[in-house]
């Protein structure tokens, strides 16, 4: 990130007291970005990070902010050790209203929300739910597919016995038993009882296609050229079922190498939509 841009290292509680901490650039701006991250992610840790920077250079405000969920869990500050490991999926709208406070505190009357990846079911599950009124479009980069149909990568076994061994846990009053699903996946896939159900689990609401009908501001939906067949096919599907929606493939894997391709895609979509007025946008 350029030294130019002043970056505040910022912190918030959510609704229910779960302290959060991200990154604000170019406050004081009337209009905005809302960067969230997926699963596994961080603030600084995710793709759409990148978009700070690029956003504030173009008169925008742009927060990226933790969730509760973010990496697998954390200790710091006397805080509770939250995390991956034991997220619920209805627990997002809390984390994405207190993101929301921040940026609008920070002068955004408007904004366009993006989310990588996993982030991309909670921001259009909080968008359908709460409906702010400064959330101008949306932006879902590379969402992710239901774990069904990517178990060859990170479940061992059949995804149906892990969910069954979970709701037994849940009917044996410990929804805090943890249950491993993989210990040789590229992320340790282990998770609380009551997690796996809520992110896995028949009925789930992590799955952005029953969240983006229910919206009415524009949709950007983009997937890198070399994801697996499941991301693409996820991607399309999202972009189907949303009322208006574009999808741009771009080069790259899940995390976009070609960051700038990313960044300038999403600038331009917004600007070309009329979201947010975009300082430099003349002749674009």
Not at 92 to 98: H, R, V, W, Y
Not at 135 to 160: D, I, K, M, Q, Y
Request: hydrophobic letters at 45%; one cysteine or more; proline letters at 6%.
């Amino acid at each position: 990130m350029s030294d130019a841009l002043p970056v505040e290292l910022v912190r918030t509680r959510s609704a229910d007291g779960v302290l959060l901490h991200g990154a604000l650039v170019g406050r004081g701006a009337r209009q905005g970005v809302l960067a969230v991250h997926g699963a596994w992610g961080s603030f600084y840790g995710t793709p759409v990070f990148d978009l700070l920077p690029a956003a504030a250079g173009r008169g925008l405000v742009a927060l990226s902010l933790n969730g509760r969920a973010h990496d697998l869990g954390s200790l710091g500050d006397g805080e509770p050790c939250i995390g991956l490991i034991r997220d619920r999926f209805e627990d997002a709208p809390l984390d994405l209203d207190a993101a929301a406070g921040v940026l609008t505190s920070a002068g955004a009357e408007r904004y366009v929300v993006v989310g990588h990846s996993f982030g991309s079911a909670k921001v259009a599950y909080w968008l359908a739910e709460r409906g702010p009124a400064g959330a101008a479009g949306l932006v879902l980069v590379s969402p992710a597919p239901a774990l069904a149909t990517t178990t060859r990568w990170f479940v061992e076994g059949a995804l149906e016995h892990h969910v069954a061994r979970a709701a037994a846990a849940i009917a044996a009053g410990e929804p805090h038993r943890l249950v491993v699903l993989s210990s040789s996946a590229p992320v340790p896939m282990v998770a609380e009882a009551a997690t796996v159900l809520s992110l896995w689990g028949p009925g789930s609401l992590a799955d952005p296609t029953l969240h983006v009908p229910r919206l009415s501001i524009p949709v950007l939906v983009t997937v890198g050229d070399r994801e697996p067949s499941a991301y693409r096919e996820r991607a399309e599907r999202v972009a189907d079922a949303a009322a208006d929606a574009e999808l741009v493939v771009l080069p790259g894997d899940h995390y976009y190498d070609d960051r700038e391709a990313l960044v300038s895609t999403v600038l331009d979509w917004v600007c070309r939509r009329g979201l947010l007025d975009l300082e430099g946008s003349e002749g674009r």
